[in-house]
């Protein structure tokens, strides 16, 4: 059939033999007669024999067990796990800043807080007495601002978030 097997080239080995010598199962081996790419015979005892190239690699299918095609199947696995880290570190990078974040915005939050109950009452009696002396000219008929209920007094935050 095969030029190489006509020119003698190809071993004939047993099933136990050619898996030795491929590396792989003896079920491996009887798969690959079954799906053909390995050529093979038997004799009058039943003994199946295997034809392997003296490369290791069966006639008629690609060099998938060569140890360049290992060597570039290795190289591109530890690229891809190189990016992936790389990926991964970037991510932490990006989380510690915004925890960063997270924390100075929390460190305003009392910055950002509603004036308490006692700043507001002293401004509204401020306000009072700015209008009552005549300071805006009018005759002091302006009612003092009603104080905050007690809903209003809580900071933006709280009152948003519960609490």
Same mark, same amino acid.
């Given at each position: 059939?095969?030029?190489?097997?006509?020119?003698?080239?190809?071993?004939?080995?047993?099933?136990?033999?050619?898996?030795?010598?491929?590396?792989?199962?003896?079920?491996?081996?009887?798969?690959?007669?079954?799906?053909?790419?390995?050529?093979?015979?038997?004799?009058?005892?039943?003994?199946?024999?295997?034809?392997?190239?003296?490369?290791?690699?069966?006639?008629?299918?690609?060099? *998938?067990? !060569?140890? =360049?095609?290992?060597?570039?199947?290795?190289?591109? @696995?530890? &690229?891809?796990? #190189?990016?992936?880290?790389?990926?991964?570190?970037?991510?932490?990078?990006?989380?510690?800043?915004?925890?960063?974040?997270?924390?100075?915005?929390?460190?305003?939050?009392?910055?950002?807080?509603?004036?308490?109950?006692?700043?507001?009452?002293?401004?509204?009696?401020?306000?009072?007495?700015?209008?009552? *002396?005549? !300071?805006? =000219?009018?005759?002091?008929?302006?009612?003092?601002? @009603?104080? &905050?209920?007690? #809903?209003?007094?809580?900071?933006?935050?709280?009152?948003?978030?519960?609490?």
């Amino acid at each position: 059939m095969d030029n190489a097997q006509d020119a003698g080239q190809d071993e004939r080995r047993t099933v136990a033999e050619a898996a030795e010598q491929l590396g792989i199962s003896k079920e491996a081996v009887r798969k690959r007669i079954s799906r053909k790419t390995l050529r093979s015979d038997r004799d009058e005892d039943g003994t199946v024999y295997v034809y392997v190239p003296p490369s290791g690699t069966p006639s008629g299918t690609p060099s *998938d067990t !060569g140890a =360049g095609d290992r060597d570039l199947l290795y190289q591109e @696995q530890r &690229e891809r796990i #190189a990016y992936l880290e790389r990926q991964v570190e970037e991510e932490r990078e990006a989380r510690r800043r915004a925890d960063t974040l997270l924390a100075r915005l929390m460190d305003r939050v009392p910055e950002l807080e509603a004036p308490s109950e006692t700043d507001s009452t002293s401004r509204a009696r401020e306000q009072a007495e700015k209008q009552t *002396d005549g !300071g805006s =000219g009018s005759s002091g008929s302006a009612a003092p601002p @009603q104080p &905050e209920t007690a #809903a209003e007094q809580r900071p933006w935050w709280r009152r948003l978030f519960g609490g």
